[in-house]
DNA sequence: GATGAATGAGCCTTCATTCAT
DNA sequence: AATGAATGAAGGCTCATTCAT
């Protein structure tokens, strides 16, 4: 519960304003296109300062990623415990409210795997392969009836992990050629709308919030 | 076979290597976390060389892409004179083919796009918009019934290009999750394979091949 | 004695012997033959210690000429606001001493002119023109008889300016031809009173100071 | 008497075209502001054939020394042999016009002495001892009357040295602040002129020409 | 806890020099 | 004789890291 409690000591402010400026910039130029300088500028410290607290670049980039993957551990967690039907929705849900609440997770995590960096092992364990098992769990399981083969349903939820992530992680690029930015609310809200649709036309039986729903598309 | 043919003069062939190691470091480390000295040394030349034949490393970034996206745009160009029926296929398993035999260019792009660096625009320019619009062109025209809303189709399209591009750019983190090459010819096989099937569930009127589709599945 | 004074913070004196090395390696070897590494060493830093307070190599070099050149004009404006009789021989004492003080200067000054580096022009502007106008100021100036042509007092002046300051510019190559030191204070000395005199026979009315032209020479 | 045949070979023509541009830009840039590459290409040729002329950078630059410093060494040799009277004009008037002819050769020289160079030595001992002791020759003997103290024959030979060579090695200087080119024929003129006046003035017993004398002054 | 000063290793780039053609 | 290609050794400059204050 470190977020829930307020900022317990001034220095423990420091060190998440680093932690938040590294995020930022680790998420644009990766591990070694990004400065230590440049960091501690935009936390508003000294590049003396940043070492008080992280051993080396290196251990803050872990540092970061950490912070970054933890919550979205959680959120895989707390799904499946629930009911089995109809989680496929929420999960996306919460991957989207998460992703939305950290624009910056998306660029840092294919920032990391694209680089082919040490944590790449690291990243697979705690990020990907969960991802796609629980996912798989929720498509295979749940008494659902949809029809896909099962030896497509590994790159089928791998291509869902795309379209979610990928949103954000391309985001630059969406709000040069799309001329609108990705991340503001309404369209974050759009997306959220769009991938609901989406997973419905993916399978056909799978109906996850009534009222999301309703709320659009008639057809059918 | 376009290298095969011409074979020019030994400085011809020095300048390929260059860009060829180049594509490989920038797809992996991005312009600024890729060092001069070690695309000269994956060229089997001194970092002195490099310089004989691109004035600046950024100018051999620029080159690097440019030759990675031309032939996407090629690509782009070429599809869409023909019959408009089944062409969102036809276009897939091009581009597929071509990222097949290029595995960098899509992490290259990835790469650029996560940086938001100096060639963003470029990229949006010459790759990332004429996809779309070509794309829904296809998805729009060419009599097809699909229900999707027209609000919803410049998210439709990014999805594809997201899950086309998205297997190459992610293949290393694929490959430590799944414990299988993403690259490899097999695999390449049943993705293509599952794309069309996927494009068929997303465009449930539109009947890219006939024995593809009666490959897989007998529904409808 | 500016220097005694101040001695402000740690840094500051850094700075200034950062600066004296250069002023002597630039003297020698101009901007483009002075390496970095050799002005660091010589001022007993790193060359990145030079890069924290200077921001280029030429950005040092023009702080160098500034630093040399500012008392030098400081001394042109000092002088003309007295009386106009007699005031070249101070001028040129005035010159001389400053020179004789600072050894590297005339050397940096030549250096620059012959090398028609890119402050070419600012040396014109606040060094040679304010230097020849004095003189030619106080030549025509001051109720003096002296029977040179207008025409040819550019010259004159051009020819004075060479002879002063060419004695600590060709300083390397008078000690090696005449095996004596020219900056020694002895031979300063000398060469002083030869000036003296030898603007008394430029000038045969022109008697700067009485108590010089009694010490040295009753022949006439 | 190399410069009066023509050209015996093709390579001959080229050793002396490197040998212009080379001259052209040590006289600039020193010896180590200089590149190779600037030198051949100012030579129309490439870097590669400078080396089947010349061994290394500072052989070539030794060359065109010492192929500037010959003919004047020769010029102060065929001085002294003849009448001891007037002499120093007629040395003077063939410095000038040797340095007009080959306008690089001061810049050269004080580039090299106020570099403090390898070859300083050399060029005390083949081009300013010579010249000093010539001229104090020339001052000293000849019958002449003037009466300049023995102690400061020195100084005043190789102030003349400044004044004579300082013209065309400041020759940037003066053209930026002076606003015409000091190396034009009509400037020479006046220079010469004003040359033969200064001498006059520094030697009263001194008539080098009668028509220079009688042209600008008749007191004495 | 914080930082300004300092540094050595390393980065991009240039350069004198060599050599096969 | 001439050169284009190549390179190893710097050269200017940056950066992660340390430390006295």
């Given at each position: 519960m470190p977020e829930a409690a307020v900022a317990t000591s001034p220095s423990e402010a420091t060190e998440q304003r680093i932690l938040d400026s590294a995020e930022l910039l680790f998420a644009r130029r990766g591990l070694r296109g990004t400065r230590v300088r440049e960091i501690a500028l935009a936390a508003g410290v000294s590049a003396g300062t940043l070492y008080i607290y992280f051993p080396s670049k290196t251990a803050l980039y872990q540092a970061v990623l950490d912070r970054g993957l933890r919550p979205v551990a959680e959120i895989l967690d707390e799904i499946g415990c629930g009911r089995p039907t109809a989680e496929l929705g929420t999960l996306i849900e919460g991957l989207l409210r998460h992703l939305a609440a950290h624009p910056w997770l998306s660029r840092l995590i294919y920032m990391e795997a694209i680089s082919e960096g040490p944590f790449l092992a690291h990243l697979a364990r705690i990020w990907f392969r969960p991802l796609l098992e629980r996912m798989g769990q929720l498509v295979k399981g749940g008494g659902r009836r949809h029809n896909w083969p099962d030896d497509e349903l590994p790159m089928l939820t791998a291509s869902i992990v795309q379209v979610v992530f990928g949103h954000f992680a391309l985001a630059p690029l969406l709000r040069e050629a799309q001329g609108r930015d990705p991340l503001s609310p309404e369209v974050l809200r759009e997306q959220t709308r769009f991938l609901?649709?989406?997973?419905?036309?993916?399978?056909?039986?799978?109906?996850?919030?009534?009222?999301?729903?309703?709320?659009d598309h008639e057809r059918t």
């Open positions: 609901i649709d989406y997973f419905d036309r993916l399978f056909p039986d799978h109906h996850p919030r009534q009222d999301a729903k309703e709320k």
